[in-house]
């Protein structure tokens, strides 16, 4: 399953790159992009799970970025 975010306050473009890094190591997410210069996040995760997932993503943007904002787009 293909969802899309809306990511907004990231500073720059390497903490863009290491909150891509840690999303892709949860567990149950496929893949994921995140775009510093069009704030914005692209999952793929196992459907199944969705609601788990979507809430450890933002568990950890939250913990690495705290002034960082992320809706579903």
């Known amino acids: ?11 720059c473009a390497n903490c863009a790159a290491e909150l ?3 999303i892709n190591r949860i567990d149950g997410v496929e893949s994921a992009s995140l775009s510093f210069m069009t704030e914005r996040l692209e999952i793929n995760i196992d459907e ?14 939250k913990k690495e970025e705290p002034d960082v904002t992320i809706e579903e787009a």
């Open 48 to 61: 199944e799970r969705k609601e788990e997932l979507v809430k450890s993503i933002k568990k950890f943007i």
């Open 1 to 11: 399953m293909k969802l899309k975010f809306k990511i907004k306050g990231l500073d």
């Open 20 to 22: 891509e890094r840690g």
